[in-house]
């Protein structure tokens, strides 16, 4: 073979070969077997010492003229493999627009702060004011301004978590602190119409219907020629709105030692209607909440004359008119973060 043949075979080799290539590694391997420095067609150059005189000129264009189309035919697998890749990557990348989306799952009020919310709105509309209470308490307005003496027995209804190495400081049991400080702060005395929602805390064992921190909204009305009408067309307003029109309302005797006379307020059952059911306990009636008017030696504590004025108050617990609400059997799935709980609660 002359070295002109063995110039155009090596050539003829590299093309065939190129044409299986199916790869960027392969090509590569195909660089290095004959572009490369040590590559085939350098090899062939290196001949060109053994060649005689006179052939040198052909030789030297047969091997330029093979480099040239070797690394032709190499630029196009070049181009044709990066231009497969790209389609593959495009096909395997591509987007189906009409698949559903995946939504990113807003958040939700809890039921608890959905009640604290639905009282509020109710009361705004009759032009009271939210008061902001305080957690931490005194003795002297969590109780003492209540009419409960250090010594007085109805401190027993609520065991309290004293702070210790505090003097008299406690985490309050009953948004009613807030009626004291209420009345005390307004100087001159004015009349008063507010709410205070929150949370209070007692020495309970947590159980269903039980738990040591819960909400309660408490309500004060002060103000001359109050009576206890006004305040149970306050209380029917109130459960109208909160738990249906058809609901009434009965007030049954009872005790508080802030409020002279004290009542307790029973709905007529919004699941049988009055006729008596579970959730009533066959009574018809489910209590709310306790009220009263408030009692003359609270208003006297707290600077308002009781032979000038005169009001009502009332203290709701938060969970438990969300229980009754939403049907919730547990107290305590109001604190334990499942959202699952929260679900059945969306846009109500
Ligand atoms: N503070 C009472 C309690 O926690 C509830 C209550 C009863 C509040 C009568 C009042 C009221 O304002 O007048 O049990």
């Given at each position: 073979m002359s070295f002109i043949d063995e110039a155009i075979a090596v050539k003829e ?273 489910i209590e709310i909440l306790g009220a009263g008017m408030v009692n003359p030696k ?46 059945p609660f969306v846009g109500k």
């Open positions: 080799k590299a093309i065939a070969a190129i044409q299986d290539i199916k790869d960027k590694m392969a090509l590569q391997a195909f660089f290095a077997d004959y572009l490369a420095k040590k590559g085939a067609i350098s090899v062939l150059m290196g001949k060109m010492r053994e060649i005689p005189p006179e052939e040198k000129g052909r030789f030297g264009q047969a091997v330029n003229a093979a480099r040239k189309e070797v690394e032709e035919a190499y630029r196009e697998k070049e181009a044709a493999l990066a231009k497969e890749e790209l389609s593959k990557k495009l096909a395997e990348e591509s987007i189906d627009v009409t698949l559903p989306g995946r939504s990113a799952g807003s958040g939700r009020i809890n039921p608890f702060y959905q009640i604290i919310d639905e009282v509020t709105d109710i009361f705004l509309d009759m032009g009271y004011e939210v008061a902001e209470g305080r957690d931490v308490e005194s003795d002297l307005y969590n109780f003492e301004l209540l009419n409960v003496p250090k010594d007085h027995p109805s401190r027993d209804m609520q065991d309290t978590f004293y702070i210790e190495g505090e003097g008299d400081l406690l985490l309050r049991t009953q948004t009613s602190a807030v009626q004291a400080h209420a009345m005390l702060e307004r100087n001159p005395k004015t009349p008063i119409r507010l709410i205070c929602p929150g949370k209070a805390y007692r020495r309970d064992d947590d159980d269903m219907t039980h738990s040591h921190q819960f909400g309660q909204i408490e309500c004060l009305v002060v103000d001359r020629n109050i009576s206890i009408a006004n305040l149970k067309a306050t209380l029917e307003l109130f459960v109208k709105k909160m738990f249906g029109e058809k609901r009434e309302i009965r007030m049954r005797s009872s005790y508080f030692p802030f409020t002279e006379p004290s009542v307790e307020v029973d709905v007529s059952c919004f699941n049988c209607g009055g006729k008596g059911c579970s959730m009533c306990k066959g009574t018809g009636w609270v208003l006297e504590m707290c600077g308002y004359d009781p032979k000038e004025w005169s009001g009502y108050a009332f203290g709701v617990g938060v969970e438990r008119v969300a229980m009754l609400r939403y049907g919730i059997d547990d107290i305590r799935r109001f604190y334990i973060d499942d959202l699952r709980f929260l679900d």
